[in-house]
């Protein structure tokens, strides 16, 4: 749901017979959205998203954890991916304890069900204050970029061009 002004939007604003302060003061605001707040909007949304992407596998480790342990189940078979989308089948014979990434670099630990369980919570807690950051900025910066289509609409018009 990634909402961006439209490049061509903002450089298909006619500014033919405009004053050249008028000139000049529109093409800094539209440099100004396209090489500053457009980038950094776009920036913000994918690492939102790669934010969303974690906390997605975070939250299907909890369910796998929970639905072991209200089942009670010893083994359990799973798909495997070896890489490249090409999976194996596979049986785990012990299902006591889980690997877990620690979320920094290719770390990962082994814990009982309760410790990850635990550890999961905190991550997620953190994960979505992040997630929280992250689109309070992303509206911050669709607010400057209206704002500033704005400034250049009141340009125009005292310019007396529509």
Known sequence: MAYIYNEEKINNIKVNSISRDGY????KYKLFITNILQPKLQLLIKEREQL???LLEYFKLKSHILQIQNEQLDQIKVMIDI????????KITDT???IVSLDCGEIYTEMTHNEALQFI???EDILKKRAEMKSNSINKIRAHIVVMMEIIKRILEKQKIS
């Not at 890489?83 to 596979?90: A, H, I, N, R």
């Open 24 to 27: 000049v003061e529109i093409e």
């Open 121 to 123: 919570d905190k991550k």
């Open 52 to 54: 969303d992407k974690t």
């Open 83 to 90: 890489g490249s989308s090409f999976y194996v089948q596979s």
């Open 96 to 98: 006591s304890k889980v």
